[in-house]
């Protein structure tokens, strides 16, 4: 963003996001819980950064060429993050999906012109998984440019080069907790690597879905699943990515959709903030992250970070669907703030300390 705030294309407008002190959790946990308000970038998600470097690096390496197409496989927020560098600088764009993803991701693509292509939900293990798809529709063409934001480390260098720089500097350096979940891992990949670099100290941790293989790799090496299948979208994944391998990651935690579901309404109902799923996994660790290292760390108020991924409105049709909710079997006005608080007071082994050393792998 250029110094006056005034940006002459929508591509220039992205990062550069504010960190919001959540007043209702911080003052139940007795200390600082913030989140990178990611829905202000222009395509309402953090997936917009991985986006605009991606496409940055790969032009600046040659892969990339005026006139050429990028494809993409996505749950959507990189399609949509994608859309939009892509008409800032010039290039054509697909995007193949999975179906099943909320309608409103869709509709953004659609709205921005670029190709939507809908496959079935599949295991990685199906040569028709969005991923192998989109990697066969780019081999096809010699103008066509595989974004691939799994492996493609251009995703977790945008989260070193901004937003970790802008998390330590928004918080004075006093960021002490820095908790989020992963999809390709790019976010947690670059933010912990550049926090580790200013201060070893800074306690790192992912959390996973209900569903997911991370928070079992992390401690034993294998990706088997959790029990249940959480409805939160673009976190969780079963197979080791490069731009996770990046990640420096001192503890791991997976929480039910039940307990994201409380969070969500509490922060709705008292701060205004309408969390999407992602971000409602977010902050349910860090509030628990928050109650389990106390208010102090290192004589210092204690300050969690993590990320509110994405604009609420994306998760209108599940995380805030009453009758969605209940096919789930998850019953709003069951769990109570102080009932959540109590559990997670007792139970301080939720959270499990990463051991494996899965750099190496
Ligand atoms: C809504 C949302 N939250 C979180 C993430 C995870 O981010 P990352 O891919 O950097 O791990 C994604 C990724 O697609 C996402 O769409």
């Known amino acids: 963003m250029p110094l006056n705030g005034h940006a002459n294309k929508l591509s220039e407008i992205i ?13 139940l946990a007795q200390c600082d819980i913030s989140v990178k308000c990611e829905f202000q970038n222009p395509g309402g998600t953090v997936k917009d950064r991985a986006a605009l470097q991606m496409v940055l690096s790969a032009m600046e390496s040659g892969l990339l060429k005026p006139g050429m197409t990028i494809v993409e496989g996505t749950a959507g927020n990189t399609g949509i993050g994608l859309a939009i560098v892509a ?21 953004m693509i659609a709205l921005h012109g ?14 028709n998984h969005f991923y192998h798809t989109a990697k066969r529709i780019a081999d096809e063409n010699p103008t066509f440019w595989w974004a691939n934001q799994f ?13 970790g720089p802008e998390i330590f500097q928004q918080t004075n350096g006093e960021v002490s907790i820095f908790v989020t979940a992963a999809g390709t891992g790019g976010t947690i990949g670059g933010v912990t690597k550049y926090l580790k670099e200013k201060n070893a100290d800074i306690n ?31 976190v969780g994944i079963m197979r080791l990515v490069n731009n996770f391998r990046a990640a420096f990651v001192d503890h791991t935690i997976t929480l039910p959709d039940s307990d994201i579901v409380t969070i969500a309404n509490y922060v709705r109902e008292q701060d205004a903030l309408i969390l999407g799923s992602s971000s409602a996994l977010n902050v349910t660790a860090a509030f628990y992250a928050a109650i389990k290292f106390g208010p102090l760390s290192g004589g210092k108020k204690q300050h969690v970070v993590t990320l509110a991924c994405d604009l609420g409105e994306r998760s209108v049709s599940k995380l805030y669907n009453k009758a969605f909710l209940e096919s789930k079997e998850i019953f709003v006005e069951n769990d109570t703030i102080e009932k959540l608080m109590a559990r997670f007071t007792q139970n301080d082994d939720i959270l499990k300390s990463v051991t494996f050393d899965y750099k190496n792998l």
């Open 204 to 234: 790192t941790i992912c959390v996973d879905p209900n569903g997911s293989g991370i928070y079992n790799f992390l401690q034993s090496g294998t990706y088997t699943a959790t029990s249940g299948g959480s409805f939160t979208e673009g």
């Open 87 to 107: 008409k800032s600088l010039g290039f054509g764009l697909k995007v193949v999906m999975p179906r099943g993803q909320t309608k409103e991701k869709e509709q």
């Open 15 to 27: 990062g550069n996001t504010d960190l919001l002190t959540i007043p209702s959790l911080s003052r």
């Open 114 to 127: 670029a190709e939507l292509i809908l496959v079935d939900a599949c295991p990685f293990s199906n040569p």
């Open 151 to 163: 492996e493609n480390t251009a995703n977790a260098d945008a989260h070193y080069l901004h937003t």
